[in-house]
Nanobody, 125 residues
């Protein structure tokens, strides 16, 4: 069983940057694909980014493409989400998720079997 733990959220102004981290313990981190999702108040959880276990393949939601970057450090069992040029509409609870490594850059929450508790990101205008 994997237990992801997110950190790095906070309150920032529009245009600022934040870097989220997610440490995952319990299984060999390098065997896991890792994803970031977010959920704003009153909205469904939505895909943000995914990175395959090797770190060589990534995918992003259209809304964050070019502003957010997902990366991982398998030596530190950690995945990161660098968020630049933040907008008020990026305000949400951000969740880290893990799944058994595959060749699929899946964007569907139901494909992930381990989730963190989330970290709040608030962007003021």
């Amino acid at each position: 069983q994997v237990q992801p733990v997110e950190s790095g959220g906070g309150l920032v102004q529009a245009g600022d940057s934040l870097r989220l981290s997610c440490a995952a313990s319990g299984r060999t981190f390098s065997s896991l694909d890792m994803g970031w999702f977010r959920q704003a108040p009153g909205k469904e959880r939505e895909f943000v980014a995914v990175i395959l276990r090797s770190g060589g393949n990534t995918a992003y939601a259209d809304s964050v493409e070019g502003r957010f970057t997902i990366s991982r450090d398998n030596g530190k069992n950690t995945v990161f989400l660098q968020m630049n040029s933040l907008k008020p509409e990026d305000t949400a609870v951000y969740y880290c998720a893990a799944r058994t490594g595959s060749l699929l850059l899946t964007r569907y929450a139901r494909h992930y079997d381990s989730w963190g508790q989330g970290t709040q990101v608030t962007v003021s205008s």
